[in-house]
């Protein structure tokens, strides 16, 4: 059963920073790509980051310049850096992983981090 452990949400002031990681659980588990969305009360699930094995990355238009995806294959393990935070970014942050296990098609959801940004 493919699982995703996520971490480092919290509450922080505007202009600060936080980082948040995500590993998958299976350690069979092959990766094509990892990602980071968020939804905010009352409005949709967006896309804030992505990252496939290969390194293609992919940002939301709202936080290019201020956010970073890594991943670090190994450990199928993605990371976000948050840099710049506004109170706009104030949303509960899901990582998705999307792969295979053998010749299985795999993907699963984390469980959501809150991430608040307030003075």
């Known amino acids: 059963q493919l699982q995703l452990v996520e971490s480092g949400g919290g509450l922080v002031q505007p202009g600060g920073s936080l980082r948040l990681s995500c590993t998958a659980s299976?350690?069979?588990?092959?990766?094509?790509?990892m990602g980071w969305y968020r939804q905010a009360p009352g409005a949709q699930r967006d896309l804030v980051a992505s990252?496939?094995?290969?390194?293609?990355?992919d940002y939301g238009d709202s936080v290019k310049g201020r956010f970073a995806i890594s991943m670090d294959n190994a450990k199928n393990t993605v990371y976000l850096q948050m840099n710049n935070l506004k109170p706009e970014d104030t949303a509960v942050y899901y990582c998705?992983?999307?792969?295979?296990?053998?010749?299985?098609?795999?993907?699963?959801w984390g469980q959501g981090t809150q991430v608040t940004v307030s003075s």
């Open positions: 990252i496939t094995s290969g390194g293609s990355i």
């Open positions: 299976e350690r069979f588990f092959r990766v094509n790509s």
């Open positions: 998705a992983a999307n792969g295979f296990i053998g010749t299985l098609g795999r993907s699963a």
